[in-house]
Each structure stands twice: as C-alpha cells, then as structure tokens.
T-cell receptor, first 113, second 112 residues
Framework: DTEVTQTPKHLVMGMTNKKSLKCEQH?????MYWYKQKAKKPPELMFV???????INESVPSRFSPECPNSSLLNLHLHALQPEDSALYLC????????????FGQGTRLTVV | EDQVTQSPEALRLQEGESSSLNCSYT??????LFWYRQDPGKGPEFLFT???AGEEKEKERLKATLTKKESFLHITAPKPEDSATYLC?????????????FGRGTSLIVHP
C-alpha cells in the first residue's frame, strides 16, 4: 500500500470557522509533511513531523496548527483563516526526513469565504 | 540560498515528438534530486530519485539523468496521457534536517 489518504477532498469554510484536515498513511513512514500549493505554483512546505515530533515549522501563521497523534496520522487544525489561505493542502510521507522520496496524498481543496 | 530552476515553463509537443525538460540547481550538500508528475488538482506522483552525477533512471517513456548542476527528464515519443506538470525537487541539508525545495515546474501538453 503506497497510499496517503487525505480527507476531506474539498472544504469550504468561513473566516470564523474551525475545521481540521486529516491525513493517514500505512507505509510505516516516520516523516510526514504538510504543504500548501497555490494555482500554478510549486508546493510550499509548511510543517515536517519526524517520529511524531514537529521538526520544522516554516514560519507558518498560528491559525494553522498541526498535530501528529501517532505515526500513521497527521492533522492540520484551521482557525480564523483568511481568503488568501484558499489553496490545495497536500500531505506527504517519506521513510524518514533523511529520505524524502515522498508520497503525496490527493490533497484537500480549501476555500475560505 | 538553495535554488531550483526548471525550464521551459511550458512545453507543447505533438504526439511522438521527443523532448527534454531541464532542472538546474544550486544547493550545498545535495542529498537527492526528485522528479514528480502532477495532474491538475491532484497531489504530485513520485517518479524518480537521483543521487549522484551520472546516474540515470527510466520508466516507460521517461528517462531522468543527473549532472553536478542539472537534471534532465527526457520524454521519448510522448502520448497525450503524458500531459501534466513535471516538478523537480532537491533535498539539501539544512542544519540537522533535510528540506525539499521544489522548482516551479514545467507544464507539458502533448497534442494527439
């Protein structure tokens, strides 16, 4: 199984809402990533978890809050987002942060209204 | 500052017309160069990893090569289903971690 599953596929939320994005992998990977991708731009790294500990936070605003409950799951909690946060949010995993042959999920298309 | 530059930005080919995409990089301590394919609205799909100059990898109509400054993705006799954005990423050491840096991608359209 080389699949990274993200839910939901689409999400529309208001600026005062709280929502969460979920990501799951069963490949035994110990590194998991959140990326943000705007149209016609490359994926932009947000967070890296290594062995369930946050190892990299690329200066992401606090309205994005990651969580890694266990080695298979990764969440991204969203609160008080802005319209400019609308994007495709991608989760990825790799065997470790030393090996980033990453497998990506299909993404969550987020629209903030 | 580590940089990854892909060219061309966009490429239109006729079916069967072979071509190459370029990824040039300036990183210190390269640990790997990756090629991905991304279809619109989908997550990137991993294609190849290259670790050292001279290395080559092949998969169907795609062949990736690596030199000390750049990588090429050669597409032989492409088909319309090869239409996608091709992303290159390099993994370089940043302190005790390895951070992948993506190029902006090449948008490939193959006409039947």
């Amino acid at each position: 199984d080389t699949e990274v599953t993200q839910t939901p596929k689409h999400l529309v939320m208001g600026m005062t809402n709280k929502k969460s994005l979920k990501c799951e992998q069963h490949m035994g990977h110990r590194a998991m990533y959140w990326y943000k991708q705007k149209a016609k731009k490359p994926p932009e790294l947000m967070f890296v978890y290594s062995y369930e500990k946050l190892s990299i936070n690329e200066s992401v605003p606090s309205r994005f809050s990651p969580e890694c409950p266990n080695s298979s799951l990764l969440n991204l909690h969203l609160h008080a987002l802005q319209p400019e946060d609308s994007a495709l949010y991608l989760c990825a995993s790799s065997p470790s942060t030393g090996i980033t042959e990453a497998f990506f999920g299909q993404g969550t298309r987020l629209t903030v209204v | 500052e580590d940089q990854v530059t892909q060219s061309p930005e966009a490429l239109r080919l006729q079916e069967g017309e072979s071509s190459s995409l370029n990824c040039s990089y300036t990183v210190s301590g390269l640990r790997g160069l990756f090629w991905y394919r991304q279809d619109p609205g989908k997550g990137p799909e991993f294609l190849f990893t290259l670790y050292s100059a001279g290395e080559e990898k092949e998969k169907e109509r795609l062949k990736a090569t690596l030199t000390k400054k750049e990588s090429f993705l050669h597409i032989t006799a492409p088909k319309p289903e090869d239409s996608a954005t091709y992303l290159c990423a390099v993994q370089a050491r940043a302190g005790g971690s390895y951070i992948p840096t993506f190029g902006r991608g090449t948008s490939l359209i193959v006409h039947p």
